[in-house]
């Protein structure tokens, strides 16, 4: 194993970050996440997505900020170490695919200087490794303009330790049950509904 790579799945850790420098929201980046992490995405950007031929796309939410937890949302919960797959990486495609922005929103600290750095890491490896884009992490790039408050000013959190999140309880540790928040996010909008086979089996 590289000095590289985490002993929790052999993924390669992105080492070679970049830094977003916007309206100081300083977090450092794994190179395959840099994109997505820089892009502006003000109010102006907010725009309806377009599902041409999918069902119910009229009823579908505009682009939207999602702040998502890591451990035992993402990933079995196993912190340090990143857990087991629990389902989450479909979902999470399928919501970049909607139009809809990805913030990492964890407890795993990673600002420059940070010597708790190496805790971020390997999350941030498991969503190189599943290509899912992220647009920042632990913040949002421009709301220092109207706010001072740490909180990512998001419009949906996703967190195991949410109140009334669904959740798959057969364990000693509980984690999200990402069936369950796959019926929501299309109950809700967030994603559109799924669209039948075009011929029979």
Same mark, same amino acid.
């Given at each position: 194993?590289?000095?590289?790579?985490?002993?929790? =799945? %052999?993924? $390669?850790?992105?080492? =070679?970050?970049? @830094?977003?420098?916007?309206? %100081?929201?300083?977090?450092?980046? %794994?190179?395959?996440?840099?994109? &997505?992490?820089?892009? =502006?995405?003000? &109010?102006?950007?907010?725009? *309806?997505?377009?599902?041409?031929? @999918?069902?119910?796309?009229?009823?579908?939410?505009?682009?939207?900020?999602?702040?998502?937890?890591?451990?035992?949302?993402?990933?079995?919960?196993?912190? #340090?170490?990143?857990?087991?797959?629990?389902?989450?990486? #479909?979902?999470?495609?399928?919501?970049?695919? &909607?139009?809809?922005?990805?913030?990492?929103? +964890?407890?795993? *600290?990673?600002?420059?200087?940070?010597?708790? &750095? =190496?805790?971020?890491?390997?999350?941030?490896?498991?969503?190189?490794?599943?290509?899912?884009?992220?647009?920042?992490?632990?913040?949002? /790039?421009?709301?220092? $303009?109207?706010?001072?408050?740490?909180?990512?000013?998001?419009?949906?959190?996703?967190?195991?330790?949410?109140?009334?999140?669904?959740?798959?309880?057969? $364990?000693?540790?509980?984690? @999200? $049950?990402?069936?369950?928040?796959?019926?929501?996010?299309?109950?809700? %909008?967030?994603? /559109?509904?799924? +669209?039948?086979?075009?011929?029979?089996?």
């Amino acid at each position: 194993m590289s000095e590289n790579q985490t002993p929790a =799945d %052999g993924v $390669d850790t992105p080492r =070679d970050t970049a @830094v977003i420098r916007d309206s %100081g929201c300083e977090i450092e980046l %794994g190179e395959g996440l840099k994109k &997505a992490a820089v892009e =502006d995405i003000g &109010a102006k950007n907010f725009e *309806s997505p377009k599902h041409f031929g @999918v069902r119910g796309a009229w009823k579908l939410k505009p682009k939207s900020v999602i702040a998502l937890d890591f451990d035992g949302t993402c990933v079995y919960p196993d912190y #340090p170490g990143v857990g087991r797959e629990i389902g989450a990486a #479909p979902v999470l495609h399928d919501l970049v695919a &909607a139009g809809h922005y990805l913030v990492l929103w +964890t407890v795993r *600290s990673g600002a420059m200087g940070d010597p708790n &750095a =190496d805790a971020l890491l390997p999350a941030l490896a498991w969503f190189q490794k599943h290509r899912i884009p992220l647009h920042s992490v632990n913040c949002l /790039p421009g709301q220092k $303009d109207y706010s001072i408050s740490p909180k990512v000013d998001a419009h949906l959190y996703i967190d195991n330790k949410g109140l009334g999140i669904p959740l798959v309880e057969d $364990d000693e540790k509980p984690f @999200v $049950d990402w069936d369950r928040v796959r019926e929501y996010l299309i109950t809700e %909008g967030y994603l /559109p509904e799924p +669209t039948a086979p075009l011929h029979a089996p």
